[in-house]
């Protein structure tokens, strides 16, 4: 088991008074919040940091805490010293935070672990319908354009018999509707949290999530591709093939299209109830002027064009 | 092949737009319909429908119904200041999906 510098976490000296400490968590909990904050190890970081402040806002653990002495190095093999915690007296049955399923060994081994009552304690009369609970899925474009049943491992904090918090794993088969659209939900009638009492067990709620796509964006139900054309396709109109995720399609462009000319394929985004649109954005390609050839038409452009695209720079 | 393909497949239903009355609004957050009364009252999610007892919530305010609730826990925000951050979220939000559109490549 790894010993935790809960002060190194939240960035304070030993010395800091409990109003630092709240200063510190609110300023640190805004920046790592995983709803605000894009940083990718967020989430671990605001758990790391939710877990410090639990110790330290709290005198009594804090002074607990403070007793193990400042030799340790945050990482270093820990191991409490023989009655530690003797003459300290934890109010109200260990601690009170409400995610302690997922405080470290650390922790654990400290402070004990959640005082949740045992299922079996709950008076007989007690009904209460479970939880609903939650998840995030990340599924491919391909997959909302075609439906299909995809495997989705999800894990969760549970209590055993004996009251101890564990992760319990576990894999679902489910079924990908055709159409969903990135934010939406399935709900999954009685996968969420058991009832209580013997009622009715909660729904597991899945939010979808696309995945990024090597070649196409998605924005709600429409989809954007990025397409290369020549020039000349671009200033003189062309019929050309556009690949979609549901097959190749025929697109005419416009003569006097420009760089950036955005085209719309009616109802070909995603096959929601209102179908999507797909969006070409046409990318000017130019062609190398390797051979004497090429060199030789871009010369004679050149010579054709009067062409100065930097007129309104004044240069 | 891998086990995974011998479990049952579960078919689920989706949330549309518009579907979730304040009972299942609640239980889905697990919050009391106070909370999501005075979070409409705030403006922060807009049910459909005038009457409480017909307001229809979509997926969209599950999301934002449990990112208030984060954000008041976790960070101690009040309810003017969730609305602020929440829209704020939605701005940055929205201009990095439109960045992700102009980006070439």
Redesign the interface.
Known sequence: MEYKDYYKIMGLSRTATQDEVKRAY?KL??KY????SKEKDAEAK?KEL?EAYEVLKDTEKRAAYDKLGTNWKAGEDFRPPPNWDEGFEFKGGNFTG?DAGVFSDFFEQLFGRAGFHSPGHEPHQFHA?G??T?AKIYIDLEDSIKGT?R?ISLSAPEMDAQGHVQLKHR?????I?QG?KP???????G?GDPGLGGGKA??????IAFNNHPQY?V?DTDI?L?LPVTPWEARLGAKIKVPTPGGIVDLKIPPHSEQGTKLRLKGLGLPA?TPGNFYV?L?IALPPAHSEEAKAAYQKMQHEFDFNPRISMGV | MTS?HL??????????DDSLTLDQLC????VHAEWVISLVEESIIEPQGDEIQVWRFS??C??RV??AL??H????VNLAGIAL?LDL?DELENMR?QL??MK??
């Open positions: 609110r909990a805004r919040h995983p709803d605000v605001f939710g409400s319908r939880q609903d939650h049943t495997n894999n679902l088969n489910i079924k509707p969903i934010g939406q939900h399935i709900r999954l009638a996968q909660g729904d597991l709620l899945l939010e964006r924005s954007y990025d109830k954005i990318q | 995974h479990l049952p497949v579960h078919t689920g239903t989706v949330i549309e239980d889905a957050c697990g997926g969209g599950l999301i449990r990112s984060r954000l826990h976790d960070l101690g951050a979220m999906t992700k559109i070439r490549d």
